[in-house]
Nanobody, 124 residues
């Protein structure tokens, strides 16, 4: 079992930045690729970013590429999502997820563990 706890969400003005963190506990963190997903009100959960077990491979949704950066610190069992140039369309609950696979994964259905989510609200 892997437990995931997100933090760092909040209210920010358009153009601002936030950094989300996801702390993992349980089994060996470095054995898992990690991902960030988000769900806005009335919409389906969507992929945001993913990172391989080593951190050397990443992938981003087109809507966030160039603005968001995913990273991880295996020594701290933590994955991060740095979000810059935020706009109101980024408003959503952001979820951290872990997949029992060392390589990047964009499909939510493949992920094995999920956090409870953290709210990000971007005001115009």
């Amino acid at each position: 079992q892997v437990q995931l706890v997100e933090s760092g969400g909040g209210l920010v003005q358009a153009g601002g930045s936030l950094r989300l963190s996801c702390a993992a506990s349980g089994r060996t963190f470095s054995a898992y690729a990690m991902g960030w997903f988000r769900q806005a009100p009335g919409k389906e959960r969507e992929f945001v970013a993913t990172i391989s077990w080593s951190g050397r491979a990443t992938n981003y949704a087109g809507s966030v590429k160039g603005r968001f950066t995913i990273s991880r610190d295996n020594a701290k069992n933590t994955v991060y999502l740095q979000m810059n140039s935020l706009n109101p369309e980024d408003t959503a609950v952001y979820y951290c997820a872990a997949v029992n696979d060392r390589f990047i994964q964009v499909l939510a259905s493949f992920y094995d563990y999920w956090g409870q989510g953290t709210q990000v609200t971007v005001s115009s």
